[in-house]
């Protein structure tokens, strides 16, 4: 671990601060997570930090930390499997530690007037790099992504539980379900 590497624990409580500091802020709250984010994903331990979860999306997830609230996850994301577009009732950041992933930032296009239908209009279109950052939040909360590279790790943070009924969108056919999952991925 490099000298300018944070602990777990200092990243979280430098999250929960700007949480705090920048409420109703989102590019404020975003620009300080990444900060600190970014000094956590300069060490080359985290699969020995933290602890096992059953992930909702991923194969292979971990605790990085966990208080109750606030969740720093690490999970694998398996190349060429993508997590289809999906909203949270929250803000949600994802950051790659390892490997490429492809990262969409969705809005919807409809007036949400028809169940089960939705129309999808793409306003963030990236790759992520290791060190980069996303955050999506309310009312633009929905992403997909997809890994690029074998051996993609992603780092994501959410602050609380999610809203109980996620809409999993099918953009191809302008369809969605509803799934019910209120812990974090
Ligand atoms: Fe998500």
């Not at 809005?107 to 793409?122: I, V």
């Not at 309310?138 to 993609?152: K, Q, S, W």
Request: proline share 6%; hydrophobic share 35%; charged share 30%.
């Amino acid at each position: 671990m490099s000298a300018t590497a944070i602990s777990a624990r200092d990243c979280a409580r430098r999250i929960a601060d700007a949480i705090e500091a920048h409420r109703g802020d989102v590019p404020a709250l975003g620009a300080a997570m990444e900060r600190a984010l970014g000094e956590l994903m300069r060490r080359d331990d985290l699969f020995e930090l933290g602890a096992p979860r059953e992930g909702n999306n991923v194969a292979v997830s971990r605790y990085l930390y966990f208080d109750g609230e606030l969740s720093i996850l690490l999970y694998e994301v398996p190349k060429g499997r993508p997590i289809p577009p999906h909203d949270h009732g929250t803000w949600e950041t994802v950051s790659v530690w390892r490997g490429r992933m492809r990262h969409v930032v969705y809005e919807r296009a409809d007036d949400g007037a028809r169940p089960g239908h939705a129309e999808l209009r793409a306003i963030d279109d990236r790759v992520l790099a290791p060190g980069d950052f996303a955050i999506v939040a309310p009312p633009r909360d929905i992403h997909g992504f997809v890994a690029l590279e074998d051996g993609t790790w992603g780092i994501t943070v959410v602050n609380g539980p999610y809203k109980a009924e996620r809409h999993y969108y099918r953009p191809e056919d302008g369809t969605y379900e509803i799934r019910r999952q209120r812990n974090a991925r």
